[in-house]
């Protein structure tokens, strides 16, 4: 069964760094989305993509942000400057529609740790 | 806007039991709702959803879910419970006019042998 991937499963970083988030959605999928869940809260939207571009993204995801879909497989989130409140568990998630009843299918989680 | 709500951190359920983990909801229009599980290094796996049509709802690994619209809820049930259904269970709510969810933040679920 096709599933989402995501590299690395956990990464720790100095304040200030930046980190770079990689995931491989599913190869016939055509949105993509960024959440985060920061411990025991609520998993957050960040941003979906959909045709190169960003479609939508939350309050969250300001300047500090990004994505890209570098090739035809990855997508990757890059955090430029990272922050302490920048800690949390990362997931990648695709679907192949964006609305309608479909349902996204969610990778395993980058755990991000920023000393 | 949209929100939901999992009243309970945690569900303590012995094997063989029914159990019920809660969910409500907050949508301005008619919810699209659907439960997602999360088991220990692996991510948030799709259960089951609400769309349209009857009120009970039937999913994965034996799972259903009622839809209550006068109650604003969609409760997650199983009639008989495994020690392998222990998991982490988010319920989660789109508006129809938006393809982004909204999730709860989520319920350990914890089957005693």
């Known amino acids: 069964e096709p599933e989402v991937t995501q590299t690395p499963s956990h990464q720790v970083t100095q304040m200030g760094q930046e980190v770079i988030l990689r995931c491989v959605p599913i190869s016939n999928h055509l949105y993509f989305y960024w959440y985060r869940q920061i411990l025991g809260q609520k998993v957050e939207f960040l941003v979906s993509f959909y045709n190169n571009e960003i479609s939508e993204k939350s309050e969250i995801f300001d300047d500090q942000f990004s994505v890209e879909r570098p090739d035809g497989s990855n997508f990757t989130l890059k955090i430029r400057s990272t922050k302490l409140e920048d800690s949390a568990m990362y997931f990648c998630?695709?679907?192949?529609?964006?609305?309608?009843?479909?349902?996204?299918?969610f990778g395993p989680g980058t755990r991000l740790t920023v000393l | 806007a949209q929100s939901v709500a999992q009243p309970e951190d945690q569900v303590n359920v012995a094997e063989g039991n029914p159990l019920t983990v809660k969910c409500t909801y907050s949508?301005?229009?008619?919810?699209?709702l659907f439960w997602y599980v999360q088991y220990p290094n692996r991510g948030l796996q799709f259960l089951l959803k609400?769309?349209?049509?009857?009120?009970l709802v039937k999913g994965s690994y034996g799972f259903e879910a009622e839809f209550n619209k006068s109650q604003t809820s969609f409760h997650l049930k199983k009639p008989s419970a495994l020690v392998s259904d222990s998991a982490l269970y988010f319920c989660a709510v789109r508006d129809r006019g938006s393809y982004i969810p909204t999730f709860g933040r989520g319920t350990s679920l914890i089957v005693h042998p």
């Open positions: 949508v301005s229009g008619n919810p699209y």
């Open positions: 998630a695709s679907s192949d529609q964006g609305q309608g009843d479909n349902e996204q299918f």
């Open positions: 609400y769309i349209t049509g009857d009120n």
